[in-house]
């Protein structure tokens, strides 16, 4: 705007020095007083023709600020045109400004009456309103002693727990708590094995009173006679079993052959109907010239490569039917376990064996893996000098487990003789002899233990514990009883 002002400045300073007439031009040199005077009259000329051209406005707003002008309302407007202007308003940039700002425009809508809320077209009156403003929370002290307690109860639980963890490892070494156990599954007879009743239930149908000392009653004995049932025995089988017939060495060759002759008369008679086609003729490198004749001279090579692939077809046939019958891993487990397992419903052999000393973790291996690999159940009780060794299972496997710890374990192979030259004699006679010995065996019901297992008894009570847990106490008083016998006759006792 500026620099448009001063290019008018200068054209209008052109005109006028054009229109000058040349009278006006000094023809003399002046002083400076006069070239002082002679320019404050051109300036006054000049204002005064740029005032005419409508230049002076413009001068003015250039070189002062723009006058404010208000109408009645207070509204700035324009000096030229009279319209309203609208201010551009100063914007906060600090922070704390923002914010305050922001902070003066959450309050006026918060304050807002719910009345303007509900008029907007946004407002759901299904949603309840909630405070925007989180209320000041409050302290909440605890009562005194509080934690004290607390700590207390804790305190009380771990030596609680501390003390029922002794005494169920006391329990577990004396046995009290797998009887405690047992004590509360089974039922407490009312009567006792060795009490006697005054009368028995049998007598007491016939007899008055019930004492032995009543009258017999005649009305209820008649001339009937009751016949009970006959019941099988527990051992036998429902079904008869039939045993095949043995035959001879002769008589199975026989057999055999009447019965290829058969099936050969079976598949004549099916070529002969056109139910299959006949078979190629078995040709071997040995009847090559027999079979074929006249086609074998012709061209040999062709035969012998022909008979060579019949030969190679028979072969591939052959394995693939033996590939067929062959069982897999888990047929041939299933076939083992089932030459292995015995059924035992009918009844279940068991055998009781005593051994002098089982320290030996080499023999208690082979025991306990034999009895696994035999599919037997039974238990081994550990005690000193009298080591019970109980299985259960089928007649086979009895006799199997009988050889194991009979013949096949060596007692005596780790026996150490102390050779002391001082007490040779001494040593001799404590060197004491390790054996196996069967106790008993016989059949029962059923089953009593389950996986084989070792136990280790320190007492002789622990021990028949053992044993009374599975209703079998019987077999260690049997074992003892020849243990302590045999001491008492040796003059150990």
């Not at 509080?146 to 609680?160: C, I, P």
């Not at 074998?296 to 022909?306: L, N």
Request: with cysteine.
């Amino acid at each position: 705007m500026m620099n448009n002002a001063k290019l008018t400045i200068q054209e209008r300073k052109a005109q006028l020095s054009v229109m000058m007439p040349p009278s006006a031009a000094p023809a003399l040199p002046y002083n400076d007083v006069q070239q002082h005077q002679m320019a404050n009259d051109l300036q006054a000329r000049i204002q005064m023709n740029l005032a005419k051209v409508g230049m002076m406005s413009n001068a003015v707003i250039a070189s002062g600020p723009t006058p404010v002008i208000l109408d009645d309302e207070g509204r700035t407007i324009d000096a030229k045109t009279g319209q309203a202007i609208l201010l551009q308003h100063h914007t906060p940039t600090l922070k704390a400004n923002i914010r305050a700002k922001k902070r003066e425009q959450f309050k006026a809508v918060h304050e807002r009456p719910p009345e303007e809320i509900s008029e907007s077209k946004f407002f759901d009156p299904r949603l309840s309103l909630k405070n925007a403003v989180r209320g000041k929370r409050n302290f909440k002290f605890h009562e005194k002693g509080r934690f004290e307690q607390l700590a207390k109860r804790l305190r009380t639980a771990a030596q609680l727990q501390k003390l029922q963890n002794e005494i169920a490892q006391v329990a577990k070494k004396t046995g009290i708590a797998s009887a405690a156990r047992l004590a509360t599954i089974q039922p407490k007879s009312s009567q006792t094995i060795d009490s006697v009743p005054d009368i028995e239930w049998w007598d007491s149908l016939i007899l008055k009173n019930d004492s032995y000392s009543s009258e017999v009653d005649n009305e209820r004995i008649t001339n009937l006679v009751e016949h009970p049932i006959q019941m099988k025995p527990p051992a036998e089988p429902a079904e008869t079993v039939k045993i095949a017939v043995m035959l001879t060495k002769k008589e199975r060759k026989k057999l055999r052959r009447q019965n290829r002759t058969e099936a050969q008369k079976e598949e004549q008679e099916k070529i002969r109907l056109g139910l299959m086609p006949p078979p190629e003729p078995k040709v071997r490198m040995a009847n090559l010239m027999r079979v074929l004749g006249t086609e074998a001279v012709q061209d040999p090579t062709k035969v012998e490569a022909h008979v060579r692939a019949q030969m190679a077809k028979r072969q591939k046939a052959h394995e693939e039917a033996n590939a067929a019958r062959k069982l897999t891993k888990d047929q041939k487990r299933e076939k083992k376990m089932k030459k292995i397992k015995e059924d035992t419903s009918l009844g279940v052999h068991v055998a009781v064996y005593r051994v002098k000393n089982l320290m030996n973790p080499s023999r208690k291996f082979k025991i306990e893996t034999n009895a696994k690999q035999l599919f037997m159940t039974g238990i081994v009780v550990l005690h000193k000098d009298c080591n019970v060794v109980v299985v259960e299972g089928g007649p086979k496997q009895q006799k199997k487990f009988s050889k194991l710890v009979k013949h096949r374990i060596k007692w005596n192979d780790d026996q150490q003789h102390v050779n002391d030259e001082d007490d040779e004699d001494d040593d001799t006679e404590d060197c004491k002899v390790n054996y196996c010995q069967l106790v008993w065996e016989g059949t029962v019901k059923e089953r009593s233990f389950g996986e084989m297992t070792f136990k280790m008894c320190p007492t002789e009570s622990f021990a028949r514990e053992q044993f009374k847990k599975h209703g079998v106490e019987h077999y260690w008083d049997l074992v003892y009883n020849a243990y302590v016998l045999e001491t008492a006759a040796d003059g150990h006792l």
